[in-house]
């Protein structure tokens, strides 16, 4: 299992991963258009890597606080393969 975390924020929690990007779901306002770090945790290491906010909206709307889903594109294709 992956982990992705901003690199100034809070662990989001990955719906789906690929080389290229990331579907992520968490309480961060990511808004399309916007450049971000994320440190990409896979089972070989961890990775700092640039991407670009795709699209986001909002998931979930509760009295206390407000759930996004957010597509990220990586800037380079990092290797996301189970090791061995």
């Given amino acids: 299992m992956s982990r992705i975390r901003l690199r100034l924020g809070p ?3 990955v719906l789906d991963l690929t080389d290229a990007g990331v579907c992520v779901e968490g309480r961060a306002r990511l808004l ?3 450049r971000i770090d994320v440190h990409v945790v896979t089972r070989s290491g961890r ?3 640039r ?4 699209r986001a909206h909002v998931s979930e ?3 206390d606080a407000l ?6 594109s990586f800037d380079h294709p990092i290797d996301t393969s189970p090791s061995a």
């Fill in 32 to 34: 399309p258009g916007r």
């Fill in 47 to 49: 990775v700092l890597v």
């Fill in 51 to 54: 991407a670009t906010v795709t």
């Fill in 11 to 13: 662990d989001l929690v």
């Fill in 67 to 72: 759930t996004y889903q957010a597509a990220l």
């Fill in 61 to 63: 709307v509760r009295a």
